[in-house]
């Protein structure tokens, strides 16, 4: 590191500074993609990231690193997870993200953190391999699929019912797999008022859901009961879906590929698998 090189946390770091950094970051990444100001606040917002608990590598002041992290608690303990890790390309090579875990580590355990989460994609094994390094292994796959939907037939039986209400009793009990963080139930609770809530019905009978963001095609959850599948209800809910967005593309990210039956209906109703990406988990 060079000598005029500081880490601390982001508290004090404007939004502009960090979609700046973030963004050049992520300019040459293997999947490149960017942010706008607006995209970063609510990936803050939903994510619940806490810049006392985020990094930063600065240089004469100007950030050139980060790390951004989430942190919830729940009964089995407190869990961060990492949002987004980022090197402008000038300064790769130095060891920065490593120099920031050290820093982040001890503040970690003194807030006695369970465990830490992330997601890498799969192809980007100089990450994959450092992220083992410091002590992170692999939990499980996750595909990213999108596109156009092609659904063939659903089932007329099936009545889908708009609502506002995140039913998560109900919702939970359906559950094959469990979602990632950006689709759990606390950040859908932080963006509830941006998401379409639609539940299916068989005979006055709730038999599936699925919650979306209507706007921008991204589908957070879905499910159909375990004794309803094969019926045409997620083929109905997913017409419900094409309907509302009007045909554009839609993304549903994050899903475990260990679940062969979710994995097989989205490829039937036309979404590509475009990423595969690991979970990768570190007990602190």
Same mark, same amino acid.
């Given at each position: 590191?060079?000598?005029?090189?500081?880490?601390?946390?982001?508290?004090?770091?404007?939004?502009?500074?960090?979609?700046?950094?973030?963004?050049?970051?992520?300019?040459?990444?293997?999947?490149?993609?960017?942010?706008?100001?607006?995209?970063?606040?609510?990936?803050?917002?939903?994510?619940?990231?806490?810049?006392?608990?985020?990094?930063?590598?600065?240089?004469?002041?100007?950030?050139?690193?980060?790390?951004?992290?989430?942190?919830?608690?729940?009964?089995?303990?407190?869990?961060?997870?990492?949002?987004?890790?980022?090197?402008?390309?000038?300064?790769?090579?130095?060891?920065?993200?490593?120099?920031?875990? @050290?820093?982040?580590?001890?503040?970690?355990?003194?807030?006695?953190?369970?465990?830490?989460?992330?997601?890498?994609?799969?192809?980007?094994?100089?990450?994959?391999?450092?992220?083992?390094?410091?002590?992170?292994?692999?939990?499980?796959?996750?595909?990213?699929?999108?596109?156009?939907?092609?659904?063939?037939?659903?089932?007329?039986?099936?009545?889908?019912?708009?609502?506002? @209400?995140?039913?998560?009793?109900?919702?939970?009990?359906?559950? @094959?797999?469990?979602?990632?963080?950006?689709?759990?139930?606390?950040?859908?609770?932080?963006?509830?008022?941006?998401?379409?809530?639609?539940?299916?019905?068989?005979?006055?009978?709730?038999?599936?859901?699925?919650?979306?963001?209507?706007?921008?095609?991204?589908?957070?959850?879905?499910?159909?009961?375990?004794?309803?599948?094969?019926?045409?209800?997620?083929?109905?809910?997913?017409?419900?879906?094409?309907?509302?967005?009007?045909?554009?593309?839609?993304?549903?990210?994050?899903?475990?590929?260990?679940?062969?039956?979710?994995?097989?209906?989205?490829?039937?109703?036309?979404?590509?698998?475009?990423?595969?990406?690991?979970?990768?988990?570190? @007990?602190?």
């Amino acid at each position: 590191m060079l000598l005029n090189m500081e880490i601390k946390n982001l508290e004090g770091v404007t939004i502009e500074e960090l979609v700046t950094v973030f963004n050049l970051s992520f300019s040459d990444y293997i999947v490149p993609f960017q942010l706008t100001l607006e995209q970063l606040k609510f990936k803050i917002e939903a994510e619940d990231i806490k810049p006392d608990l985020s990094l930063g590598v600065f240089d004469a002041g100007r950030i050139v690193a980060f790390m951004l992290h989430g942190l919830r608690v729940d009964d089995s303990g407190s869990t961060v997870y990492n949002a987004g890790t980022g090197v402008i390309p000038d300064y790769r090579g130095q060891g920065l993200v490593g120099k920031m875990y @050290e820093k982040l580590i001890p503040q970690l355990k003194a807030l006695h953190v369970r465990k830490m989460v992330l997601e890498v994609i799969q192809e980007n094994q100089p990450a994959v391999r450092a992220y083992e390094k410091m002590g992170y292994t692999v939990s499980r796959k996750l595909d990213c699929f999108s596109g156009t939907l092609d659904i063939l037939k659903d089932n007329k039986e099936v009545v889908i019912k708009q609502t506002s @209400e995140l039913k998560w009793n109900e919702f939970i009990a359906s559950w @094959e797999i469990q979602p990632t963080w950006q689709n759990a139930v606390q950040t859908l609770e932080n963006i509830k008022d941006l998401c379409s809530i639609a539940i299916a019905y068989k005979h006055n009978v709730q038999v599936g859901y699925v919650i979306f963001n209507a706007v921008s095609g991204k589908i957070h959850q879905f499910a159909v009961s375990p004794d309803c599948q094969n019926m045409g209800i997620g083929s109905s809910l997913f017409s419900y879906i094409n309907d509302t967005v009007k045909g554009r593309d839609v993304y549903v990210y994050n899903v475990d590929n260990r679940s062969v039956p979710t994995v097989c209906f989205l490829k039937k109703i036309g979404l590509s698998k475009k990423v595969v990406q690991f979970e990768m988990i570190r @007990e602190v």
